[in-house]
């Protein structure tokens, strides 16, 4: 049997984050599950050069987190005076002007930016805690499997700040205005069965099943031709943006190019 990417070993593993592809599909990890996969600069560096190194043939990205926590959140250390080794403090961060500091932010949003992407289709399965900036991470992606013992929180306004890792839009899109921002002032855990309720998460499986749920579904999303589900995706994303009339206008441009496309015509 011809050897998968995944049997020559990740693509990348490094701190804190590993990237594996087979085929169509590759599956990033969060591999510290002693610290419960808290995040770091570091960390958030890996996972944008992750989203830079898959190979065109990828089509679904599944994102998971080895252990009982998919992430805890920041790195406690963040929030010590020194901070991590080799990285800038928050008082070293408040000490910036307002473009270097505005810079340094966006440079760590990266890391949740790409699985947004039209040419991929990106799931979090997510088990245990999901706080802050590992809410902010399954809300990057586009559907999220949840284990039946998952506990999303916002905890960054108790602490006297505001998330700033891309998590705000995603999180009204889904919930509504006036629940996250209950959410988000409370700091209170949202547990599975609210997260589906709410539209949150696409499902909650038992936590022993959620490798396959998600594995399911990630096949599920491969049945369709590649580039119905790109233009498909492109047109919900623009649908909460654009004006009726545009996104009427935007529907019957990619159809006519999938229709040309389908009768070779562009050929």
């Not at 233009?231 to 009726?244: C, G, V």
Request: include cysteine; charged fraction near 20%; aromatic fraction near 4%.
């Amino acid at each position: 049997m011809a050897s998968s990417a995944q049997d020559l070993g990740p693509v990348l593993d490094k701190d804190g984050v590993r990237l594996t592809v087979d085929d169509a599909i590759a599956t990033v990890t969060l591999t510290n599950p002693a610290k419960r996969n808290a995040q770091s600069p570091a960390l958030w560096r890996a996972l944008t050069e992750a989203g830079r190194l898959l190979p065109g043939s990828v089509r679904v990205v599944v994102l998971r987190g080895e252990g009982k926590s998919f992430s805890a959140g920041l790195d406690r250390q963040m929030f010590t005076p020194e901070g991590i080794e080799g990285e800038p403090s928050f008082i070293d961060l408040a000490r910036r002007d307002d473009a270097a500091l505005d810079a340094t932010i966006a440079a760590y949003q990266e890391a949740f930016t790409w699985w947004r992407r039209n040419d991929i289709v990106s799931i979090a399965a997510v088990q245990g805690h999901a706080i802050g900036a590992g809410f902010q991470l399954a809300l990057a992606c586009d559907l999220r499997v949840v284990a039946d013992d998952v506990q999303f929180a916002m905890r960054e306004t108790s602490l006297g700040l505001v998330p700033d890792l891309t998590g705000t839009h995603p999180l009204v899109a889904l919930v509504g205005y006036a629940r996250a921002l209950e959410i988000c002032a409370t700091g209170r855990f949202v547990t599975a069965e609210e997260s589906v309720a709410t539209g949150l998460a696409n499902v909650a499986v038992p936590a022993s099943d959620l490798d396959a749920a998600t594995q399911d579904l990630a096949a599920a999303l491969l049945s369709a031709p590649r580039d119905a589900v790109i233009e498909t995706k492109a047109l919900l994303r623009s649908a909460t943006t654009h004006p009726y009339d545009t996104q009427r206008a935007a529907e019957r441009a990619a159809q006519s190019r999938r229709l040309r496309a389908l009768s070779h015509l562009d050929d």
